[in-house]
């Protein structure tokens, strides 16, 4: 997988997922380079992504996806995060959230749900081994591990010893083969419990409206949004933000 940055906004080039480090690198690069320069307001991907709801956005093993399935899926997940680590207005105002998921649109979905909660993201290898993910997720104190139902056995004695909350994802929470199965159930539940999806809505409306003023505030240029850690081989890895 690839993001190309371009001026009709952000394109994941659709092939089979790669790295999502590359998204993280190229956006960081690129908040990093404009906040150096007057060039008018910074818009994160996860607000850009609004615009182009039905442009296909990726493809992977699980499925097709658009934009529009994909801010789906990172909208209920930013719910999760903001439950567990979110203030009065769900902004979880920095906290460190470690994303350890498989190169697929698992990742991605963890990625901009930690963003678009208004946390950093520790970027983790499903490879580290357990001392190395320790590690990690104590030395950047990490509050939260997302990761998938394949991989939780793995961190959760980790997560256990260091207090840390795990949130496991199931296929049905970012898998593009699910989305209509999702739409079907989400219909039949508009007549059953009509009340909590109206909140779920204005909560989310609300978020995107509190985003869109740091949006247009140009809060975004000086947010911290990733942690990388070194690969140790000369000591114990080194981190960079």
Partial sequence: ML???????????????????????????????????????????????????????????????RYRDLMT?????????????????DDTSGERVCVLCPNNASHVVAQMAVWMSGSIAVAVSPKHPAAQIEYFLADSQCRMVITTEELAEKVQPVASKLGVTLLSLTETDYSGRNTEQRSDDKSAADSCVGDKLLQQKERRNKRLNRLHQLRDANKFKDKPAFIFYTSGTTGSPKVSI
Avoid: M, W
Avoid at 6 to 23: A, I, K, M, W, Y
Avoid at 84 to 89: I, K, R, Y
């Fill in 3 to 65: 993001f190309v940055k371009c001026d009709s906004g952000p394109l994941l080039l659709p092939s089979r997922v790669r790295s999502f480090e590359l998204l993280c690198l190229a956006e960081c690069r690129y908040l990093h380079s404009q906040s150096r320069r007057t060039v008018g307001v910074i818009t994160p991907l996860f607000l850009q992504a609004y615009q182009f709801a039905d442009r296909l956005a990726l493809i992977d093993e699980n499925g097709v996806y």
């Fill in 73 to 89: 899926f990172v909208e209920s997940l930013t719910d999760r995060i903001a439950d567990h680590l979110g203030g009065a207005n």
